[in-house]
């Protein structure tokens, strides 16, 4: 079974970068999703990357600030996030879409291989 474990996260201040990175066990054909859960909300899709990594999609939030790409020689994908603001604070997760290579569409529900998420927290 596809493990997937993200790492990179830490403590930054306002406008700071971080790349957060989501390693998988093994090649997978499957898009990948980078999701986020602040405290007392619900997990939030942030940004879907295809099996190729030629088709993208972000939230609005993110959009402009952040940047998904992924090294499948490496079996790693990346979360590239520039500017950061408080509210981008929250255990950050990636997961792979099962049974899909697209992220067309894609819902919370369709994604597993859960990681372990990594903290990010902005804050001055």
């Known amino acids: 079974q596809l493990q997937l474990v993200e790492s990179g996260g830490g403590l930054v201040q306002p406008g700071e970068s971080l790349r957060l990175s989501c390693a998988a066990s093994g090649f997978t054909l499957n898009a990948i999703g980078w999701f986020r859960q602040a405290p007392g909300k619900e997990r939030e899709g942030v940004s879907c990357?295809?099996?190729?990594?030629?088709?993208?999609n972000y939230a609005d939030s993110v959009k402009g600030r952040f940047t998904i790409s992924r090294d499948n020689a490496k079996n790693t994908v990346y979360l590239q996030m520039n500017s950061l603001k408080p509210e981008d604070t929250a255990v950050y997760y990636c997961?792979?879409?099962?049974?899909?290579?697209?992220?067309?569409?894609?819902?919370?529900?369709?994604?597993?291989?859960w990681g372990q998420g990594t903290q990010v927290t902005v804050s001055s």
């Open positions: 997961a792979a879409r099962v049974g899909y290579a697209s992220c067309s569409g894609y819902v919370t529900a369709d994604f597993g291989s």
């Open positions: 990357i295809s099996s190729s990594g030629g088709t993208t």
